[in-house]
């Protein structure tokens, strides 16, 4: 087992910013911090294939390019430069080439396969397959890749489409009907194709009305590995198997796993099944029960490829992982495990026994990759610096790129410490204390509870959350727990909030609240909450028991679970946990409790979301707005036009930032500093 990284309450990151820089940080650092990700050794491991994404506010879109770093950093090359951006960059088994994907110079705005030539050149567009690629892995002699490919949308109109005609009514006939950033489900499926290179023809390998995803070729290129649900009734269930097929056309697919739960879910946003070198086994995450949803903790897991019963290789962790991936020899399976508030590097050996910790500390680890040789590399982030790609030298980390460093020699973060609280039931609640950069020990600070979406997710330590920074840099302090119902601490401490929102996680986030008034941090007359997705649902929850709160914004939340049910993507999940509302219409009335008890809000609250949200639609937000409209609160509604559930214009983060700082300035008075009470 890995061993937890414990910090006491007062001890700054060791990591911490420098003291003194040019200027504290403001809005327009959400458009300026560049997201290093997506880390790809060639084969040989002499150089690493990256992604860059940047906000283009001239265009108003996020921007990402394709980067090539040699292994000891001194050379960093842009590949590419379009306006439409490039991702999943993959090398061919030789080195010389690199795939990725790409919407450019399409008109339907869907990615297709390209070609990139690292001697030079520029990129060569391979397919033009009306549904779009969405994914792509290198046979092992390099003649072919597999793909997954999207139907066509039939009722796909160009913008330049000036005919009168209606369109066709959509006609739905799934269980699971709509989902967020994609829309309706009508009979549109993704598939595996196969690409021939030398012939640049791409012929489909798998029909009917299943999905396919998570390509993977075996050692000898004879057979790809993937993920589906291939049952009736699959809208149903979540309960994905891993299949090996034949890398011929018309082969009939061979179902691996049996396991009554999700085995390696596309959704995870884990790497494909990965194969041990001389293609005995295949490794791949195991979920938990299908009655669990998403609260089930994943396992690494391990299957003959010609058959047989799969073995757990972590049985006794308690914890998520995921991409795990062979070592070159096939003696272990090396992870990324999650914890309390990071996530490290592990391996356990495939002949059974105790994971074993490679990379520890006090970060957030992510895109695992592994070259032949041995060499690996992961893109490693921390509170005191965002993403970058490192390579991993026995338990140590260098650095590779430094995306970054331009920027954070400009300005002077807060300091970040972590916390550990006792909840109402003496529950140890652990999270993270933001400071101004000019913190004035002996000061009581207005103070903003953030709150994460999830449920089941957490806050790190990591730089994902600049808002804190931002807000920081206002002169508040933020607090960021994560309450039950959060990752990291294994599924009991998950699922203690089972159809309960609202009850043990706002009792967790609020007795760090208590910590810090009773610690003279926080003024207790200033108060601010805020969170986005389950964030705004626990929001909305905690000002409707709690009045004590001066301002809160809810973001893309939910109050009224009645008026989730069949609205949104979730309806799987909704029958797991509460079941039907017919026949148990006192659970969704339960959690239910801010909307229907709307009138004990006094808090001023700023509501926002997208009116393209299919995941927590608009529709609830605007729900919560009337009913505090109703009853004469303070409050304003925030529509985002053409948003999904997280913001994709950076115009629209700018702007939701910024209506932040008005509402919690207005309502907090953050210019008045008290001292200690």
């Known amino acids: 087992m890995l061993t937890k990284l414990f910090l006491s309450a007062g001890t700054a990151l060791a990591l911490a910013a420098p003291l003194r ?16 990700s997506d880390p790809q050794l060639s084969p040989d491991g002499a150089w690493l294939a990256y992604t860059v994404s940047v906000a283009d506010t001239g265009k108003d879109q996020d921007d990402t390019d394709l980067w090539l770093a040699s292994w000891d950093g001194a050379q960093q090359i842009r590949l590419t430069r379009s306006s439409s951006g490039e991702h999943a960059p993959r090398w061919s088994p030789d080195g010389r080439w690199i795939a990725f994907l790409s919407d450019r110079d399409d008109p339907r705005e869907v990615d297709q396969l390209w070609l990139l030539d690292r001697a030079g050149g520029e990129p060569e567009r391979l397919t033009d397959l009306p549904g779009g690629v969405s994914d792509l892995a290198w046979s092992p002699d390099g003649r072919r890749l597999a793909l997954v490919v999207s139907d066509s949308d039939p009722d796909f109109r160009a913008k330049d489409d000036t005919s009168e005609k209606a369109p066709a009514p959509i006609v739905i006939d799934r ?8 829309g309706w489900l009508h009979g549109l499926h993704d598939h595996l194709y196969l690409y021939d290179v030398a012939g640049r023809k791409a012929t489909q390998l798998l029909t009917g009305d299943s999905d396919e995803a998570l390509p993977s070729w075996s050692p000898d290129g004879r057979s790809i590995a993937f993920v589906s649900r291939r049952r009736p009734d699959y809208d149903r269930t979540d309960n994905y198997d891993l299949y090996v097929v034949a890398a011929t056309p018309g082969a009939e697919p061979r179902q691996l796993t049996t396991f009554p739960g999700p085995d390696l879910a596309p959704d995870w946003g884990s790497r494909a099944p990965a194969w041990s070198p001389d293609g005995s086994l295949i490794a791949y995450v195991e979920g938990g029960a299908l009655s669990r949803i998403y609260y089930a903790v994943q396992k690494v897991a391990v299957v003959p490829a010609a058959g047989g019963p799969a073995r757990v290789l972590t049985p006794a962790l308690d914890r998520n992982v995921i991409t795990p991936t062979f070592s070159p020899d096939g003696r272990s399976v090396l992870f990324l495990q999650e914890d309390d508030r990071v996530y490290h590097l592990a391996r356990v050996p495939v002949a059974g026994g105790a994971v074993e910790p490679v990379v520890g500390g006090p970060r957030a680890l992510t895109d695992l990759s592994l070259a032949r040789g041995g060499r690996m590399a992961v893109a490693s982030s921390d509170p005191a610096a965002p993403a970058e790609i490192y390579a991993v030298e026995g338990h140590d980390l260098r650095p590779i790129t430094r995306q970054n460093a331009a920027w954070l020699k400009e300005v002077r973060l807060g300091a970040v410490e972590p916390i550990s609280v006792r909840s109402k039931d003496a529950t140890e609640i652990h999270g993270f204390v933001v400071k101004p950069p000019d913190w004035q020990p002996g000061r009581r600070y207005p103070t903003i509870l953030r709150i994460h979406g999830g449920p089941v997710w957490q806050f790190y330590y990591d730089f994902a ?26 599924e009991r401490f998950a699922t203690a909030i089972w159809a309960k929102w609202g009850q043990k996680d706002a009792e967790d986030v609020l007795a760090a609240v208590d910590w810090a008034v009773a610690q003279g941090i926080a003024d207790p007359d200033r108060l601010g909450v805020g969170g986005w997705s389950y964030g705004g649902i626990l929001t909305d929850e905690v000002i409707a028991r709690d ?10 939340g939910i109050a009224n679970a009645l008026t989730g049910y069949g609205t949104d993507q979730y309806v799987k999940e909704y029958e797991a946990e509460l079941g039907t509302p017919w026949k148990n219409l006192k659970a969704y009335l339960e959690v239910s409790y801010p909307f229907l008890h709307a009138d004990r809000i006094t808090t001023p609250t700023l509501f926002l979301g997208g009116d393209a949200d299919w995941n927590v639609p608009l529709i609830n937000s605007q729900q919560m707005y009337q009913a505090l409209k109703s009853l004469g609160r303070e409050t304003q509604l925030i529509v985002y036009p053409g948003e999904p559930h997280g913001l994709t214009k950076p115009s629209h ?14 309502y907090l008075g953050k210019d008045r500093i008290t001292t200690t009470r």
């Open 465 to 490: 959350n600049l808002d804190w920074q931002v807000l920081a840099a206002q002169g508040y302090v933020v607090l960021g727990v994560n309450p039950r119902g959060s990752s990291g601490r294994g």
């Open 21 to 36: 820089a040019q200027r504290l940080v403001d809005p327009g650092d959400l458009a300026r911090v560049r997201d290093v």
């Open 175 to 182: 269980f699971q009907f709509k989902e967020d950033e994609v």
């Open 653 to 666: 983060r700018l702007d939701r930032m910024q209506r932040y700082i008005a509402w919690y300035g207005k």
């Open 547 to 556: 009045r004590r709160f001066k301002a809160a914004t809810s973001g893309a």
